[in-house]
């Protein structure tokens, strides 16, 4: 046969177009065909079950036929083919066959077929891919610990992956950025081995911090297999010391405690004074200074040093001895009024007054006593308001009584401790109020004749009520059991006068008080 002559481009256009046009219209006829069989794809890890079915539009009592991947024919309709106790029958009927492939191996995947054995016969194929499933990640590289400012390589390894697994790196919730995954295939299996890198630089923060290594992969849902370590940092003491109160008095007993952050813990404390010896009853007990007895005397910086094998670092404080009378007082920056409210937290504690230089002028002194004591005059004389002078912060202190002796005392010195940013304050000059026992004697002896008024009433009602009751039921009572046996001579007579046979006796009257 003999075809025209025309240019080589012109001629394989034209078989492309009619290869096109015969898959057109092989598409057509495969859709518009009721017998043709339709299966779909599937996926399943290694382990799994996958089900596998394959349907018609219309049938013509023709069976359908499953077969695996080297054509051996599993199913034909309802009857087992191939004797494989992992293979099952799902579902039979005209328009449908459904099997299933429980414990699914790696040699499982590939294309599975269906076919209809019809005039001419059908078939369609599914394909089943088997995905393997990673092993637990593994991390080398922590096993030791690293000393602060050092490097540390980690390295995360998963195994038995297909496809090739992901591996992430994780600080706790932050995701670090490793090196690209190394990918290897294992000989004789159709998986991967994946493994991947990270490098850190550590810091003090960094001890005890967990590293994850977590696997993404289709077989497996988010955070199903990870790894976690914890990183263990080396670094030097940071120390600091602590004092067993904030407010040392003198003759008391007292210690200071050196603690000292390292890791590993701190092996060596040495104490000093710092231009100085250690006081003669100070002694050192690794982590303690303890103080029999304390002076004026050890006032000064004391010093600790401690060590851990990895480093050394001293700290400091410094000791100021209080007097033994010395009380804690809050200062404020703020200015203060003339005077403040008294404040108890119970009968036993303390009142703290404070007040401003103000309050020791004359004429804050005189609204003072008037308004504690409205009831009685208070002029300041010359001489007092002399004596008194203003200093730049003053405190005073009131022992807590249920009836006080005396007026609240105003202090005139002071004293500021800057190590415990604390201010102290001596009682001295106290200027008492004769009348403030008498004014609180006078207002108890009120009360307590009240309630003796009230005790005496209650009695006097009492025994009101008691009265009328014992007169109510004195008296002498009559029956008619006895009617009649005052003039009888025996029984039987009284018996007779009783019932009414003494016609006359003397009627008896009973009377009722």
């Given amino acids: 046969m003999a075809f025209p002559s025309a240019p080589a481009p012109l001629w394989i256009a034209g078989l492309m177009t009619l290869a096109f046009a015969a898959a057109v219209h092989s598409n057509v006829?495969?859709?518009?065909?009721?017998?043709?069989?339709v299966t779909s794809d599937e996926m399943?890890?290694?382990?799994?079950?996958?089900?596998?079915?394959?349907?018609?539009?219309?049938?013509?009592?023709?069976?359908?036929?499953w077969s695996n991947t080297a054509q051996q024919t599993l199913y034909f309709g309802e009857k087992r083919a191939l004797r494989d106790n992992r293979i099952q029958l799902h579902r039979s009927t005209p328009t449908e066959l459904s099997i299933t492939i429980s414990e699914v191996q790696l040699s499982d995947e590939g294309e599975y077929t269906c076919s209809i054995f019809t005039m001419p016969v059908r078939t369609a194929r599914a394909t089943v891919t088997v995905l393997g499933v990673p092993g637990k990640p593994h991390i080398s590289g922590i096993e030791n610990p690293v000393q602060e400012g050092g490097t540390v390589t980690l390295t995360c390894t998963s195994t038995g992956s297909k496809p090739p697994a992901r591996l992430h790196w994780f600080r706790g919730d932050e995701e670090l950025e490793g090196r690209p995954d190394v990918v290897e295939s294992?000989?004789?299996?159709?998986?991967?081995?994946?493994?991947?890198?990270?490098?850190?630089?550590?810091?003090?923060?960094?001890?005890?911090?967990?590293?994850?290594?977590?696997?993404?992969h289709p077989s497996l849902a988010p955070g199903d297999k990870r790894s976690e370590h914890a990183l263990r940092v080396l670094y030097s003491p940071n120390v600091q010391i602590l004092p067993e109160s904030d407010l040392p008095r003198e003759g008391e007993k007292f210690h200071l405690q050196c603690l000292g952050n390292s890791n590993p813990k701190p092996s060596s404390y040495i104490w000093e004074k710092k231009d100085g010896e250690l006081p003669p009853l100070a002694k050192a007990n690794g982590a303690f200074l303890h103080f029999e007895m304390l002076n004026k005397t050890d006032n000064g910086v004391y010093l600790c040093f401690v060590d851990n094998g990895i480093g050394s670092s001293v700290g400091e404080y410094m000791l100021l001895v209080q007097d033994p009378d010395t009380t804690l007082v809050s200062a404020t920056s703020s200015p203060t009024p003339p005077y403040s409210s008294l404040a108890t937290d119970s009968p036993s504690s303390s009142t703290i007054l404070e007040l401003s230089s103000a309050a020791f002028q004359p004429e804050s002194t005189t609204r003072l006593s008037n308004d504690l004591f409205p009831d009685l005059t208070f002029t300041p004389d010359a001489s007092s308001t002399s004596t008194l002078t203003p200093p730049p912060f003053t405190a005073s202190v009131v022992p807590s009584s249920p009836f006080p002796s005396s007026l609240p005392t105003f202090s005139t010195s002071s004293v500021s401790d800057s190590q415990n940013g604390l201010f102290t304050s001596t009682a001295a000059d106290n200027i008492a109020d004769p009348t403030a026992m008498s004014t609180s004697s006078g207002v108890d002896h009120a009360v307590i004749g009240g309630v003796v008024a009230v005790i005496v009433f209650i009695l006097l009602c009492l025994l009101i009520v008691l009265g009328r009751y014992l007169?109510?039921?004195k008296g002498t009572y009559l029956t008619h059991e006895a009617k009649g046996s005052?003039?009888?001579?025996?029984?039987?007579?009284?018996?007779?006068?009783?019932?009414?046979?003494?016609?006359?006796?003397?009627d008896k009257k009973e009377y009722f008080i």
């Fill in 186 to 216: 294992v000989p004789d299996e159709p998986t991967y081995n994946v493994s991947s890198e990270l490098t850190l630089e550590v810091s003090r923060s960094d001890d005890n911090q967990v590293i994850t290594c977590a696997v993404d």
């Fill in 44 to 65: 399943v890890s290694v382990g799994g079950t996958v089900k596998l079915t394959c349907r018609v539009a219309e049938s013509d009592n023709s069976s359908l036929q």
């Fill in 471 to 473: 007169i109510r039921h």
């Fill in 486 to 506: 005052d003039d009888a001579p025996d029984a039987d007579t009284a018996i007779i006068n009783a019932e009414g046979g003494h016609s006359g006796a003397e």
């Fill in 29 to 37: 006829v495969f859709d518009d065909d009721p017998l043709q069989p």
